[in-house]
């Protein structure tokens, strides 16, 4: 069993930065895929960026590609995503989601944190 508990979300203004974790409990953190969704209002959860288990590996939606980063500190039990060039469509509820190893199914998710980008 893995529980997920994610901060960093806020309210920020567009071209700002913010940075979220995820902070994971449950061992063998390593031997999970960590990914970033996002949900905004009345539109369907979404993929953001995930990064392997293994941690070589890191893929982004394009329409975040260039501005947000994902990385992991397995010693910490923490994933990050750090969003740059923020704008005001990148508003939402972040989520935070783990998957074991190369499962297809993301099986753990976090209660999520609001990112709120103004114009």
């Known amino acids: 069993q893995v529980q997920l508990v994610e901060s960093g979300g806020g309210l920020v203004q567009a071209g700002g930065s913010l940075r979220l974790s995820c902070a994971a409990s449950g061992r063998a953190f390593s031997s999970y895929t960590m990914g970033w969704f996002l949900q905004a209002p009345g539109k369907e959860r979404e993929f953001v960026a995930a990064?392997?288990?293994?941690?070589?590996?890191?893929i982004y939606a394009d329409s975040v590609k260039g501005r947000f980063t994902i990385s992991r500190d397995n010693a910490k039990n923490t994933v990050y995503l750090q969003m740059n060039s923020l704008k005001p469509e990148d508003t939402a509820v972040y989520y935070c989601a783990a998957r074991f190893k190369d499962s297809p199914k993301y099986d753990y998710w976090g209660q999520g944190t609001q990112v709120t980008v103004s114009s």
């Open positions: 990064i392997r288990w293994s941690g070589g590996g890191r």
